[in-house]
């Protein structure tokens, strides 16, 4: 061979050289580009499955608060929409006899004696329907007919069922026949007492599209069912309120066990942590009852093989 085709020889594979260098180089290339690409999609399918991980329990949390908001709207307004019927049905009754007897309600406008209904058309009571709710319908109720007081339980125990109804039976008869001693065995037999109104007061708060009066009405409301103004002197409210801070500032043990005691007054309640402090607090020994510790003795041998006296080691 000639040295001129030697050297094209050389020449033609240095440029597949070259040119194979080049592929691998853009084969290299593009494998890492599809690498990146493939780990940029995976990261971005986990962020995007993450977040809608955060929006899906974000959503459950949403529709969990409004099914409560409207179970709480949806049970309040059956217990507005019973009141309501109740009282139109007496409004009704009361126009009824108005328009039968027209002169006895002009005797009535006059100051004469108020007349009574016969019986009242309530519908009995169901749970879960809010008890107290319902006697709060059924006062009503009976002062718009003008019921003696004295009438009031008899008229109220027909329409009593369930738990109700149990109070009632658990009672003594002569109790049985007094309203309110009824009206008080029901609330305690659905455990509600003056400490359901305190707690309510304390925790109650502004919901959503209430009013600022409507807030005031029921703050109102609690308050004075809670401290009864009507049976208490303003000395026992004041205790009611010395009683409640006294338990708020004790220790959580001190106020559980004086709580389980049920103080009435707060001078009962200080009296109760005392007793719990002294029976939790460390017992000083008597002199009589320490242990005397009398001091050792040993004996040392002496040179000559004596016993020397015994001395006292403390």
């Known amino acids: 061979m000639t040295y001129g085709c030697l050297i094209g020889q050389l020449r033609t594979k240095t440029v597949l050289a070259v040119w194979l260098q080049r592929s691998l180089k853009e084969l290299a290339l593009q494998t890492a580009i599809q690498e990146w690409s493939r780990a940029a999609q995976a990261e971005e399918e986990v962020q995007v499955t993450g977040d809608i991980r955060t929006v899906e329990t974000l959503l459950r949390q949403f529709i969990a608060v409004q099914e409560d908001k409207d179970q709480r709207l949806e049970q309040r307004f059956k217990s507005l929409q019973h009141q309501f019927a109740q009282l139109q049905g007496q409004v009704n009754l009361v126009q009824q006899s108005q328009s039968s007897n027209p002169d006895e309600s002009v005797e009535r406008s006059r100051g004469a004696s108020a007349r009574t209904w016969e019986y009242p058309r309530l519908m009995p009571f169901q749970e879960p329907e809010d ?49 309110d001693s009824l009206k008080a065995a029901i609330l305690e037999k659905y455990e509600i007492s003056t400490e359901t109104y305190r707690v309510r007061f304390r925790s109650l708060e502004w919901e959503e599209g209430q009013s600022p009066k409507e807030l005031l009405t029921l703050l109102k409301e609690l308050c004075t069912k809670w401290l009864q103004p009507q049976k208490h002197s303003i000395d026992q409210i004041i205790d009611f309120i010395l009683l409640e801070q006294l338990l708020q500032v004790f220790d959580i043990k001190i106020r559980t066990w004086v709580e389980e005691h049920r103080p009435k007054t707060s001078k009962e309640a200080a009296e109760l942590a005392e007793v719990f402090l002294a029976a939790h607090r460390p017992r000083n020994l008597r002199k009589e009852d320490k242990v005397i510790q009398r001091p050792r003795t040993t004996a040392k041998p002496t040179v000559a093989g004596k016993i020397r006296q015994p001395v006292a080691v403390c």
């Not at 069922?161 to 026949?177: D, I, K, N, Q, Y």
């Open 131 to 179: 008890i107290e709710h319902y006697l709060s319908t059924f006062e009503r109720v009976a002062t718009v007919c003008d019921w003696p007081r004295a009438d009031w339980a008899i008229r109220l125990v027909p329409l009593l069922t369930g738990g109700a109804r149990a109070a009632f039976l658990a009672m003594p008869v002569e109790e049985s026949l007094i309203y």
